[in-house]
């Protein structure tokens, strides 16, 4: 509950200052940016240290993960600095109050908690998938790092050049409809027994279309924002 809590508000500081930081003509750029840091993150601390599970006992990796986010934390030291002016300080709720009094906060709120529904129905089941197949640590530790990594920065460059090209309406509908049904490559290799091949193939697509969708929901968020 602790590590969710934090993990939320750190992801509001990120894009408030990111809000602050960027041009509005910035904005596909830098959402394709950090989408594929976003990603490369997931997969290295996420696929990677199950693929050194192999050797190295979990305790080990933790701790591991823990002193890469101290380093990350310290690193914060030297970006650049953005000041918050004082009557913000003081009136801290009064825009968000103000926000969520209008109309528009409840198709926002209900646009958010389904567009990424899809990516975050299957995240948790995809790794005990592979194990279910029967394939071992290693292989699920280096075929999302080694196949998904170069994909999802690809995916999500890829959708910061889109939305920065055709907008961020036009980005919404054609870079989160392969990542809604990318899910369906899973789906087949359960349904009628594939071989791993085609486990592989699920997981690039899989990647690739994460790493699209992330730059176009990032940017919508940008672009609702004051």
């Known amino acids: ?8 508000t750190q992801d509001m500081a990120i ?3 990111t809000v602050a930081l960027v041009d509005r003509e910035e904005q596909g750029a830098a959402n394709g940016v950090r989408a594929s840091a976003y990603r490369v993150a997931l997969v290295l601390l996420g696929s990677g240290m199950v693929a050194l599970a192999t050797w190295l006992p979990w305790s080990v990796l933790f701790w591991a993960a823990a002193l890469v986010f101290v380093g990350l934390g310290l690193a914060v030291r030297w970006v650049p600095r953005l000041d918050v002016p004082a009557e913000a300080r003081v009136h801290w709720l009064t825009p968000f109050a103000g926000w969520i009094a209008t109309w528009r906060a409840i198709p926002l709120i209900l646009f958010v908690l389904t567009y990424k529904l899809g990516e ?3 995240g948790p089941m995809v790794k005990p998938f592979w194990v279910d197949r029967g394939r071992s640590l290693l292989e699920i530790g280096l075929v999302p790092t080694a196949l998904g990594i170069g994909l999802s920065i690809a995916g999500a460059l890829a959708g ?3 939305m920065q090209r055709y907008g961020t309406l036009t980005a919404l509908w054609a870079l989160g409809l392969p990542q809604a049904i990318s899910n369906l490559g899973y789906a087949a290799v359960a349904l009628w027994g594939l071989p791993w091949p085609a486990l592989y193939a699920a997981s690039m697509i899989d990647s690739f279309s994460g ?6 929901f990032l940017g919508f968020f940008l672009a609702v924002c004051d």
């Open 211 to 216: 790493g699209l969708g992330t730059a176009a």
């Open 15 to 17: 894009d408030a200052y």
């Open 120 to 122: 975050f129905a299957i």
């Open 1 to 8: 509950l602790v590590l969710t809590v934090a993990s939320a």
């Open 160 to 162: 910061g050049a889109f």
